[in-house]
């Protein structure tokens, strides 16, 4: 059984996956907490944050934070599973060793967190998932480069172009895609702002939603799931919605 969450913002959202929230949210739907095997974060995980040694077990958090919430996230009865997002470290995320797991490879943090690739195709649990990730940080001006900002939230125009590529030769068709920000049509859902025209244009700045519509023009899916708006639409009307935002709010699936 898969759980799907938003943000967690290293520790300052970390309670998104306490036993609390997660058995609160486990109970509403309906679902036994126990039979979790992988909690996915959809993006802005941001573990490890600092910069630190690397190994092919994983990395070895030398900052405190990092060290109590890697501790936290191991001794759990599931393993994390972390789309990238824009407030995550892209270095440390390129130098972690990638291990074979769900019909290609992730980027191991320790043995029970990962990190999943963008632009790749997993089959979790017999479910078909595309993993997009990445986007625009508003707040980069105020951040610092390499230490709180990694310019390699945007996709390449090669990263992109491999996706594409990906889709087109193993098939389109998913059970779930998971992003970070979303497709325009999936944001205008969550926020009464983007009813206007003018201000939905506005989205077309952020090169990774565009990506996003793209790839949203090219594949079928069941469900599309997001995070970095930090709002939990289509929670509540899970069977109806295509676009499910979520933040401190779980699916299971
Ligand atoms: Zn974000
Ligand atoms: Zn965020």
Redesign the pocket.
């Known amino acids: 059984m898969i759980y799907i969450t938003?943000?967690t913002?290293n520790v300052n959202?970390m309670s998104n996956l306490s036993t609390k929230n997660m058995k609160l949210c486990c109970m509403e739907q309906g679902k036994d907490y126990s039979k979790i095997t992988y909690a996915i974060v959809l993006?802005?995980f941001g573990l490890p944050w600092c910069k630190c040694p690397v190994d092919e077990q994983g990395t070895h958090p030398t900052d405190k934070t990092d060290k109590h919430l890697l501790k936290w996230y191991n001794e759990k009865p599931f393993k994390l599973l972390a789309v990238p997002?824009?407030?995550d470290n892209y270095d440390m995320i390129a130098k972690l060793p990638q291990v074979p797991m769900f019909g290609a490879t992730l980027g191991k943090v320790s043995e029970n967190i990962f990190y999943l690739n963008r632009g790749e195709i997993y089959e979790i649990e017999g479910k078909r998932f595309l993993i997009l990730g990445g986007?625009l940080s508003e707040d980069k001006a105020f951040r610092t480069l390499h230490e709180s900002w990694w310019p390699q939230e945007r996709w390449t125009e090669a990263e992109q172009a491999a996706c594409i590529q990906k889709i087109q030769s193993e098939g389109s068709q998913f059970d779930y895609v998971l992003s970070?920000t979303g497709p325009t049509a999936g944001i205008a859902c969550i926020d009464p702002y983007f009813s206007n025209e003018d201000n939905l244009a506005e989205l077309a700045l952020d090169s990774t939603v565009v990506f996003n519509d793209k790839i949203d023009s090219l594949v079928t899916y069941k469900k599309w799931f997001f995070?970095?708006w930090?709002s939990d639409w289509g929670y509540e009307n899970f069977d109806e919605a295509t676009y499910i935002a979520l933040y401190r709010m779980g699916v299971v699936i």
Do not use: R, S
Request: charged share 20%.
């Open positions: 938003g943000d913002h959202d993006g802005d997002g824009n407030h986007a970070h995070g970095h930090h």
